[in-house]
């Protein structure tokens, strides 16, 4: 079930004109992280207007494998199926009972808009 590989695409940095620190996410800027063990879903969403089309995707579920925690974050894009895509909202970990560490992640992500 968890065969799957992302690769999560991290925003370096630049300061603009007027002297902030902002993301940037040009090719030489950006980090990259496999991400192995996960199973990408698509989420629908039901269409009642035409009846030979009854879902449409409106992003991906991501949930990884036991024991599997990355370094993801809701600033982070994500590169799957051909496609960039951003973490919509925060990253959910869920704690394995008994010690605390981390079970397994989830989240959500659609495609990237510019």
Do not use: C
């Amino acid at each position: 079930m968890f065969h799957q590989t992302i690769v999560r695409v991290r925003a370096g940095t630049r300061t603009d004109r007027g002297g902030n620190t902002v993301p940037d996410w040009s090719a030489e800027k950006v980090s990259r992280l496999p991400v192995s063990q996960v199973s990408v879903q698509p989420a629908t969403q039901s269409e009642d207007n035409d009846a030979t089309r009854s879902q449409v995707v409106t992003g991906w579920q991501v949930i990884s494998g036991p024991g599997v925690d990355a370094d993801i974050q809701a600033k982070d894009r994500i590169e799957w199926g051909g496609m960039t895509l951003e973490v919509v909202g925060e990253v959910g970990r869920y704690a394995e009972f008994g010690d605390g560490s981390t079970h397994h992640i989830e989240f959500v992500m659609r495609r990237a808009t510019g």
